[in-house]
């Protein structure tokens, strides 16, 4: 424990840069961000010792709160060790585009932020939680309206600000009703609340909701597609990669310790949510052009699969077969984990062609791999990954994933049952396809083909620190798709010592012999994988030796040009058509200034795919809270008589109710 205090000491100090005088900016910034970097590596060797059991759990405590560590913490640590490491690293670099804006603040904001997500996770009692929560949820807010002087950064940030505090206050109500049956509210009493089953219904539906919106599940998620755009990009990528990991954390602490998932309609609840925000997560990811946007909602759907397959867990433990949610509830920390290396890499890679071209939109990028060839080598292994693509991490969770919905359909004992299995494994499947479809896109039109506009022109490859901060990520999901015994079984081993104490024996799965630790197949996934990386290899160093003939492609006899390229709008638009009664696209027709006296104007059409739940659901709520609002202002007269009165009258009340 004195090392994840210490962690948070060397936050601090990067914190200091906030106060730094203006003339060392830059230092300021290097020295900073260094010390992220040291106190996140700090924080994932020591999350690494205590999932090997040298650690162990242990407990710092300072009068009556305090700082813990178990397994299912250290998951979560070794994830913002991790991420936190490699991105702080990529931001050192990244960073410089902000000189003489707002540096210093952004980088003394980083560490502030990191450290308050080691803190959540490490919080042992709920006071500690929702203060370190707290300060993660403004230090974010802060971090996204960085560009405060853009009105849609400003719009996002505050948008970001007014949602994630409606989860905060579900999660204090949700730790107050458990605190009202316990002696305290340190996590070790909360553990054993005694509620009435009405109140912890309610408790459960609280802390969902919260841990929901936190984590961008549909219909919660409306304010994740444009805060993390409107952030900069490596602070982006900390919020999708590790902020989003840390409500799961969140959700799983109050599953396994506070409220038990013995109630089937909690696990429904829960995995019907994760497959509808999966599904939809993806659809809407493909037809974005903003390449942030398009991880935004990425994030979207992986958040839906990682709690398909907590709800999944949640179904066989109410079943009363416990034993047999190993699979679910292995791929929640397995997924969480992959998808933190995914999103970081993918996220500063979109960092690093903005910072190349000035563009986020694909529609005006193309042929980047010739100019920027480490980041088009990085970006593809992410994309392979997110892809759920053989020899990559990403293919691990969502396997996992599957073998426990598998195991749930054979363990199903109703009709209706095994209709929601079904229904789990179409979505599921289409969710797969989506998302290989939405990749290709992403690769194809930014790094391929032919440039689209002179932006490309100016593209250049990224400094060193950029560089090796993206492939440290790309390295670790090579290395955990390759051999994921170690990752696979560490997990499993936090769960089987978690309090829900599930069994370690009598399972088979792909990268396990039974109950033994021992890998199946990471030999044979090696020398396939090596043999893989050979033959790519042996390809790229003979280059022209493999091509025997160059010609154009035939273009029914005339020369193909730019412009008659796959664009991003016509490679989803066979997609966009099958779902155009759950997306309602909307084209808009605007004419142009008449450019030449004789000839007519130009016609201009844009697309538009607004998000459903915004149009139906928010936007409603928002006019019939503003039409209230100017209902209730006839109260507002600006007479000070008037307002003492309405306090007399309330003072009145309060003697009435408390003499009753």
Not at 171 to 195: C, K
Request: aromatic share 12%.
């Amino acid at each position: 424990m004195e090392s994840f205090v210490g962690a948070l000491g060397l936050y601090g100090l990067g914190t200091l840069a906030l106060i730094w005088p203006k003339r060392l900016e830059l230092a300021a910034h290097y020295v900073s961000m260094g010390l992220a970097s040291i106190a996140s590596l700090v924080v994932l060797c020591q999350s690494l010792l205590t999932l090997g059991g040298m650690g162990g759990a242990s407990v710092w405590q300072l009068g009556r709160y305090s700082l813990a560590v178990d397994g299912w913490a250290a998951a979560f640590l070794l994830i913002i060790g991790l991420s936190g490491t490699a991105v702080s690293i990529y931001g050192m670099g990244y960073g410089r585009g902000y000189l003489g804006a707002r540096i210093r603040q952004l980088a003394g904001l980083w560490n502030l932020f990191l450290g308050s997500m080691v803190m959540v996770v490490l919080a042992g009692d709920a006071f500690t939680f929702i203060l370190a929560w707290e300060v993660m949820a403004l230090v974010s807010f802060l971090l996204v309206n960085h560009e405060s002087e853009k009105k849609q950064v400003v719009h996002a940030a505050y948008q970001y600000m007014v949602m994630t505090h409606l989860g905060t206050a579900a999660i204090l109500v949700a730790f107050y009703l458990l605190g009202s049956g316990a002696e305290s509210f340190a996590f070790a009493d909360l553990a054993h609340s005694q509620l009435p089953p009405v109140l912890r219904h309610i408790a459960f539906g609280c802390a969902f909701l919260g841990f929901a919106l936190k984590s961008g599940l549909m219909p919660l998620h409306v304010w994740l597609p444009n805060a993390h755009p409107a952030a900069p990009s490596h602070v982006s990528a900390l919020m999708s990669g590790v902020m989003l990991k840390v409500a799961v954390y969140g959700f799983g602490r109050f599953v396994f310790e506070f409220i038990g998932a013995d109630v089937f309609a909690y696990g429904l609840i829960v995995m019907v949510v994760g497959l509808v925000s999966a599904f939809l997560g993806v659809l809407y990811a493909s037809m974005e052009k903003d390449m942030k946007r398009i991880l935004a909602y990425s994030s979207v759907e992986n958040m839906g699969i990682i709690f398909a397959a907590f709800g999944c867990g949640m179904l066989l433990v109410a079943m009363d077969k416990p034993y047999l949610s190993l699979a679910a509830f292995t791929a929640v920390l397995v997924h969480s984990f992959a998808h933190s290396l995914m999103k970081c890499l993918l996220f500063m890679s979109a960092g690093a062609v903005m910072h190349a071209t000035g563009t986020r939109n694909v529609e005006l990028l193309g042929g980047l791999m010739k100019k920027m060839p480490w980041t088009a080598a990085f970006t593809l292994i992410g994309s392979m990954s997110l892809a759920s693509l053989p020899f990559t991490a990403g293919l691990v969770g969502e396997w996992l994933t599957l073998q426990g919905m598998m195991t749930l359909a054979f363990e199903s004992g109703t009709p209706e049952l095994r209709l929601l299995v079904i229904f789990a494994f179409i979505l599921l499947g289409l969710t797969g396809a989506l998302a290989l479809g939405c990749f290709v896109r992403l690769y194809g039109v930014t790094f391929l083909g032919r440039r689209r506009s002179n932006l490309v022109l100016k593209a250049h490859e990224m400094p060193f620190t950029m560089l090796l901060g993206m492939g440290m990520e790309a390295l670790v999901i090579l290395a955990a798709g390759i051999m994921p015994a170690p990752l696979v079984n560490t997990m499993r081993q936090i769960l089987v010592d978690s309090p829900l104490a599930i069994p370690a024996g009598n399972f088979m799965g792909l990268w396990w012999n039974g109950g033994q630790s021992e890998a199946v197949f990471s030999p044979w996934l090696i020398l396939i994988a090596a043999l893989w990386l050979f033959a790519i290899l042996a390809l790229t160093i003979s280059g022209k030796k493999v091509i025997v003939r160059q010609d154009v492609t035939w273009n029914c006899g005339t020369e193909p040009t730019r412009r008659q390229q796959y664009t991003a709008t016509g490679f989803s638009k066979p997609l966009r058509r099958a779902f155009d009664f759950i997306l309602k696209p909307r084209r808009e027709r605007v004419f142009l200034q008449r450019e030449h006296a004789y000839f007519g104007r130009k016609l201009h059409y844009n697309l538009l795919i607004p998000d459903q739940f915004t149009d139906r659901l928010y936007r409603p709520v928002q006019h019939i809270m503003i039409k209230a609002a100017d209902t209730l202002r006839i109260v507002q007269q600006g007479s000070v008589r008037l307002y003492i009165g309405y306090t007399m009258i309330a003072m009145v009340i309060v003697l009435i109710w408390g003499g009753m």
